[in-house]
């Protein structure tokens, strides 16, 4: 099979990738079963390295987790409602999905300028600090920007690093890989209702959001490191 390959954006001009040129031989199939590593420059420093696409699509999966733990909410509800009262458990969850959008826009504008790591990263981090801050809130306004303010601004920077910018990393494979992480996103929700509902049932919700904290703090490190 030929060698297929793609120049993605430079990480300061932000330029768009086009499909690369391929070596000298018989065309490549319109679907190549193998994809390329992508080479990554940058005019600062003359900068290269190797990016594998696939690497780049199981983070943009270990991050949808983050965003697909949202539908436990319902879980999460009742106990959250008994320490801080429902108008503070029901305006937490309406306060994320609400602000999520905005952060979107933001992480749109620096995933075109290349910053798509640091995006993807302080979006998984202020996921973990939102949980482990309603962990331990005092209150219940604490409880409300925690979960629902600093947790739906993670989860918005997390949504637009995992989709927009791996497709980039896939021009002839958009449809697919657009369905394999909007599949990890809803998968996530029948994985972490059942941890969910076991951690409640064998300590608390302080303890339950701990551990969901943890869990985005060890994916917003591997993202980090890829």
Do not use: K
Request: aromatic share 8%; net charge positive; proline share 8%.
């Amino acid at each position: 099979m030929p060698d297929v390959r793609v120049i993605c954006p430079c990480p300061v001009c932000g330029f768009v990738p086009t499909p690369g040129a391929r070596c000298a031989g018989s065309p490549p199939p319109r679907y190549p079963l193998a994809v390329p590593r992508l080479a990554v420059s940058c005019n600062d420093g003359e900068i290269m390295r190797q990016v594998h696409p696939w690497r780049v699509l199981v983070c943009a999966c270990l991050l949808t987790f983050i965003t697909g733990c949202s539908y436990v909410f319902s879980i999460f509800q009742l106990p959250a409602a008994q320490l801080y009262g429902l108008s503070a458990a029901m305006g937490a969850y309406t306060l994320t999905n609400a602000l999520a959008p905005l952060p979107m826009l933001l992480g749109g504008y620096f995933i075109d300028r290349g910053r798509a790591v640091w995006t993807a990263t302080i979006g998984a981090l202020c996921a973990a600090i939102g949980w482990a801050s309603a962990a331990c809130a005092s209150s219940p306004v604490h409880f409300v920007l925690g979960y629902g303010l600093i947790g739906g601004i993670g989860m918005g920077l997390v949504l637009t690093s995992a989709l927009s910018n791996t497709l980039r990393f896939f021009p002839g494979r958009r449809g697919l890989i657009s369905g394999i992480i909007s599949c990890v996103n809803g998968a996530s929700g029948i994985v972490m209702a059942p941890l969910a509902q076991r951690l409640l049932d064998s300590s608390d919700l302080r303890t339950t959001l701990l551990v969901f904290a943890s869990l985005y703090a060890v994916i917003a490190l591997v993202v980090a490191l890829n």
